[in-house]
Structures are given as C-alpha cells and as structure tokens.
C-alpha cells in the first residue's frame, strides 16, 4: 500500500508538478486545504494515518500529534516554520523541512510595491476614483528616501537591491553584514528604526523575545514613516500599531502577515485608513508557488526515502 502525503496548501492540486511528482515516488497524495482554523476534533486528527505532510502556514501543535503514529516528515511549501511547535515534532521523531530560496524574489516585489502604494497613496486614490472623485494629492518620490531593512536573508536582500536601483538610500539591520556590497549601509536595530522613511521587516520571528516593531519603537520611527510588514505577524505588537497609526504617531503601514489569519473581526486594526493589508501573499506567485511544492515534496521524498533533506529545521 502506498504510503499517504497529506497536503494542506490550499494552492496545491491534484494533477500538478507536485501531485506527480510524489506519484512517481510511488506515494498517495490526499488533499484537505487550509482555509482557516478547523475544528477541534478535524484539527486533532489531521494527521491520522499520513507519513508525510506538505503545509503552507497552518499550525501544527502538540495536541495534534498523538494520532500522528505513522507521521515521518512535515515540509513547508514555503520558508518560515513558527506556526509549527518544533519541539513537540522532534520529541515525535518527526523531521520539519522548509524551502528557503524560493519565494524571495516575490517577496520582495510585493514589499516594494506595498512601499510605492504608500508612497503614492495608490489605495486612498483608487478607492476615491471607483466612489466618483477625482483626488490630486501629491505622494512622494523613493529616490533619495531611506529604505530601512531589519533582517538581509533572501528577502531582505533582494528586497535591498530593488531599493537600491530605485535610488533609495538603503539602511539594513543584520547580525551579518555583507562587507563587499556598496548598495547598501549597516547599522544597529534602532538606529535603522529611527532614521527609515519605509521600514521593511524581513527577520526571522524566533529571533526576538516578544514584538520586534512595539510601542517604543513606533514613537522612536518618523512621524512620516511607514511600516511594512512581509516576514512574520508576530514581529508587530498589533494593538500598539493600531494606536500608533489611529494616533498619528507614523503616518501608515502595509502588513501582508498577521498575527492571527485571516484577520479577525474584532482586530484593532480594522478601519484604519492609513492601513494596507494584504493576506499573506508576498510569496504567492506563479513561480514561487512552483518552486516551493516542488522543495517541499522533495523534501517528503528524501526523508521517507532515508536521504537527508536540502534544508531541515531543528538540526
């Protein structure tokens, strides 16, 4: 009997390169999408009777695993993993893979284009013209604003460079800094925070005890900054961007992930007009897509196949 994949990726199909792909391995494919949270007792035994799994951001806890006996390897179709409870998975002996490398490029198109949105209050006008008006109110030029970047993997790198060719003046925070380049300039969290006209998180969330971005950070930012948002929800303290923004203490913010998704109806941060949200799309593209299926069933390939993966976490 072919062993069973679970995938939950809601973009994933039957008949696809990824469905194939794992057909070929000689393994079962079963699909239930994840579209939001799942009652308690699906939730639970989700992962009954699979040997695999391909997720994009649904959690997986602790109460979960008991009725995963035969689970072998979780892979994400994408690059972040802190909506999976590592240590109960490896106290299971369950091996989390990821697919870092595939997604950044749209990444950071989409940052980019939330930045020229906010800078051109594209939402503001769009919104006025479909309502019968026709505003002329004047945004700003990047070229010559500072672009400040917190994290330069993938994302933030690539997210870096497209500021650069726009001309703006590139500012980034890593514990890493690349000596050779010449596009950019390195500097400490809060000098980064201070001095950014857009402020750009591409960090990793277990990086940070508590919100990276929270009340004394949103005053330390210009009053004529925006936030934006495409690496993790949990960066953000929510309620102290929702007083900022209705406050006036930055001028507005673009967040493409939050802390709990979709957004909830009683969240703070609804019916802000200095607010852009968008729902967790910045790696949703056509090619990123592909290539993240195709990593993350890879991934599922080599370890029921007892090879190492290309890119494990937690080891």
């Known amino acids: 009997m072919?062993?069973?994949?679970?995938?939950?990726?809601?973009?994933?199909?039957?008949?696809?390169?990824?469905?194939?792909?794992?057909?070929?391995?000689?393994?079962?494919?079963?699909?239930?999408?994840?579209?939001?949270?799942?009652?308690?007792?699906?939730r639970r035994a989700l992962f009954d009777g699979v040997s695999g799994a391909i997720l994009a951001s649904e959690p997986v806890?602790?109460?979960m695993l008991p009725q995963a006996a035969s689970l072998r390897?979780?892979?994400?179709?994408?690059?972040?993993?802190?909506?999976?409870?590592?240590?109960?998975?490896?106290?299971?002996?369950?091996?989390?893979?990821?697919?870092?490398?595939?997604?950044?490029?749209s990444v950071a198109e989409l940052t980019i284009g939330l930045i020229i949105m906010a800078a051109r209050r594209l939402s503001e006008v769009t919104t006025a013209v479909r309502q019968g008006h026709w505003p002329r109110e004047a945004g700003n030029e990047l070229r010559?604003?500072?672009?400040?970047?917190?994290?330069?993997?993938?994302?933030?790198?690539?997210?870096?460079n497209l500021g650069a060719a726009?001309?703006?003046?590139?500012?980034?925070?890593?514990?890493?800094?690349?000596?050779?380049?010449?596009?950019a300039r390195f500097a400490d969290p809060d000098t980064v925070i201070r001095k950014a006209d857009y402020l750009s998180l591409h960090t990793r969330a277990g990086q940070h005890t508590g919100p990276l971005i929270d009340a004394p950070r949103l005053e330390a930012m210009k009053p004529t900054a925006f936030l934006i948002n495409t690496a993790r929800g949990s960066l953000v303290d929510e309620e102290a961007l929702a007083k900022a923004l209705h406050d006036g203490t930055i001028a507005?913010?673009?967040?493409?992930?939050?802390?709990?998704e979709p957004l909830p109806g009683d969240s703070p941060l609804r019916g802000?007009?200095?607010?852009?949200?968008?729902?967790?799309?910045?790696?949703?593209?056509t090619q990123a897509?592909?290539?993240?299926?195709?990593?993350?069933?890879?991934?599922?390939?080599?370890?029921?196949?007892?090879?190492?993966?290309?890119?494990?976490?937690?080891?």
Do not use: K, W
């Not at 994933?12 to 057909?23: E, F, K």
């Open 252 to 260: 507005g913010a673009a967040l493409d992930v939050l802390q709990s």
């Open 166 to 183: 726009l001309g703006m003046d590139v500012l980034i925070s890593t514990a890493h800094p690349d000596p050779d380049t010449t596009a």
């Open 144 to 160: 010559g604003s500072t672009l400040g970047i917190i994290g330069y993997g993938p994302s933030g790198r690539a997210t870096a």
């Open 73 to 105: 390897v979780i892979a994400r179709s994408g690059v972040g993993y802190d909506s999976i409870d590592i240590e109960a998975v490896a106290a299971q002996g369950i091996r989390v893979c990821n697919a870092p490398g595939t997604n950044h490029h």
């Open 272 to 285: 802000l007009d200095n607010l852009l949200i968008t729902s967790h799309l910045a790696g949703q593209t």
């Open 61 to 63: 806890t602790a109460d």
């Open 289 to 315: 897509r592909t290539r993240a299926g195709l990593a993350a069933a890879q991934a599922v390939i080599d370890v029921l196949e007892n090879r190492e993966p290309a890119h494990p976490v937690g080891r």
């Open 2 to 42: 072919a062993l069973r994949i679970l995938i939950t990726t809601d973009y994933l199909h039957p008949g696809d390169a990824v469905d194939q792909l794992l057909r070929d391995h000689g393994l079962e494919p079963v699909y239930s999408p994840f579209r939001g949270p799942r009652p308690v007792g699906e």
